[in-house]
């Protein structure tokens, strides 16, 4: 899929697709790609959540931009989403260290658990917003989970980008340990630290996705079979 993904976006970017522009059907892109439609479907969806493409229903893909500049992910850009989740996930996780109860512990080791043995990226997504959700919780503010279960959806599409595109899932389990540790600790300072570095993380490989594909002659010719 990344293959695909990255052939598609530079031939945008190059221009041999231009705004306005109507990408070929999924038939004859699988065709000319020599690829799946569950795969080609996967890099479009990924096209389009970079902003590059649109799809209309019943009339196709349409090229709207030639270079990515902010993903969106439901209601919200990437850059909307980190600003908003940095004034406010770091300082829950710093209020959830200090009110965190026996059962928030609980929860969140079980769900880490999970996370860590689970290999379907669909459900991994599902359990980490679960994970962001019980961090609020933790902090004993009902209005906290309220925000964050307000972006829930945005969450989602965004790790599953991530998760796509980034390889991130592994990483990010090591993230939500080190939060927990310091949950568990009862340490506001490693608890801000830990969320504060999760979040770094997110950005960096965001950049990483969003910063122009490097084009040599394994993806100008298309992906290889």
């Known amino acids: 899929m990344e293959a695909v993904l990255i052939h598609l976006r530079g031939a945008i970017e190059r221009g041999e697709y231009a705004i306005g522009d109507k990408l070929p059907s999924e038939a004859e892109l699988c065709r000319r790609l020599d690829v799946s439609r569950p795969v080609l479907r996967e890099a479009l969806r990924a096209l389009q959540t970079m902003g590059l493409t649109q799809s209309r229903t019943g009339k196709g893909t349409y090229v709207i931009a030639s270079a990515v500049e902010d993903p969106t992910f439901g209601d919200f850009t990437a850059s909307d989403l980190l600003e908003v989740r940095r004034h406010v996930e770091i300082p829950v996780a710093g209020y959830a260290a200090l009110r965190r109860g026996p059962e928030n512990l609980d929860h969140l080791a079980h769900l880490l658990e999970r996370m860590e043995r689970e290999t379907d990226t669909t459900a991994w997504v599902a359990m980490d917003t679960l994970f962001h959700l019980a961090v609020a919780e933790a902090a004993q503010n009902p209005v906290f989970r309220r925000v964050i279960e307000e972006i829930r959806d945005a969450l989602a599409r965004q790790s599953a980008f991530l998760n796509e595109l980034g390889g991130r899932r592994e990483q990010s ?17 490693d608890a801000v630290e830990a969320m504060s570095h999760h979040l770094d993380r997110v950005e960096t490989t965001l950049t990483d996705i969003v910063r122009p ?11 290889e079979a």
């Open 173 to 189: 389990n090591r993230e939500h340990r080190a939060i927990v540790e310091a949950l568990a600790d009862g340490s506001e300072h």
């Open 213 to 223: 594909p490097r084009t040599d002659s394994s993806t100008e010719g298309g992906p």
